[in-house]
């Protein structure tokens, strides 16, 4: 397994349990406690979501069979950190039903009607400001979460292709060999042809010489 992921794979399993233990703690607390508990594991949550992007783009470019149990793997972390955001949002609703129950209630106490009413407006705009803005945040991490999987699937794909130019380069490697070995043999076999010529040739010029010798004796004694 790849020490990288198993790394961001220990960093997330720490954090995890940690974001647990504060769901836990701030579902029974109440007031500026349970708000400032809140913002810390909203905050612990962007990190967890970090490090699973790390360890999907790290399982991604490692070899085809540790890729598909990384994968699997990574899956369950995905539905546990998607059950952390479930509870976090919980915590953030009860918030917010509570927050607004003491507007409420603050506003039954004001001296008049039109302060009730003001009062009750300026929490339904800051609400609602709060809502747009909360959908802002969600469109924009919504979009970046889209680039990130793709900017995965392109990476996927160049190492795909990375590894068919390698096995490419291997079977070129291998042709190259056996042109080689192909000239070699080419080679060894011309020089023995040569030789082979030589020799014959050697073997004619003695047989002339013999014929030439035995010519002579014959016709001058």
């Given at each position: ?113 039109m302060a009730s009413a003001n009062q009750r407006e300026r929490v339904m705009m800051t609400t609602e400001r709060l809502n747009q803005s909360s959908d802002r945040i969600r469109e924009s ?81």
């Open positions: 397994m790849s020490e990288v992921f198993e790394g961001y794979e220990r960093q997330y399993c720490e954090l995890s349990a940690n974001l647990s233990r504060k769901c836990n703690s701030a579902a029974l607390a109440d007031g500026e406690q349970k708000n400032q508990q809140v913002s810390d594991i909203k905050a612990g949550l962007d990190d967890a979501d970090v490090l699973i992007r790390k360890m999907d783009l790290e399982a991604r470019s490692l070899q085809p069979s540790l890729k598909a149990t990384l994968l699997a793997k990574l899956r369950e972390y995905k539905s546990d950190l998607n059950k952390l955001k479930r509870e976090v949002k919980k915590l953030t609703s009860a918030n917010s039903v509570q927050a607004a129950h003491e507007e409420l209630l603050e506003a039954g106490l004001a001296d008049s009607h991490r919504r979009a970046a979460l889209e680039t990130e999987d793709l900017g995965v699937s392109i990476l996927g794909d160049l190492h795909q292709q990375r590894e068919t130019l390698l096995h490419s380069n291997a079977k070129l490697h291998g042709v190259d060999d056996a042109i080689d070995k192909s000239k070699k043999v080419l080679t060894s076999m011309s020089r023995r042809i040569t030789r082979n010529k030589w020799i014959l040739g050697s073997i004619i010029a003695a047989l002339v010489l013999a014929i030439l010798v035995i010519l002579y004796f014959k016709l001058f004694h």
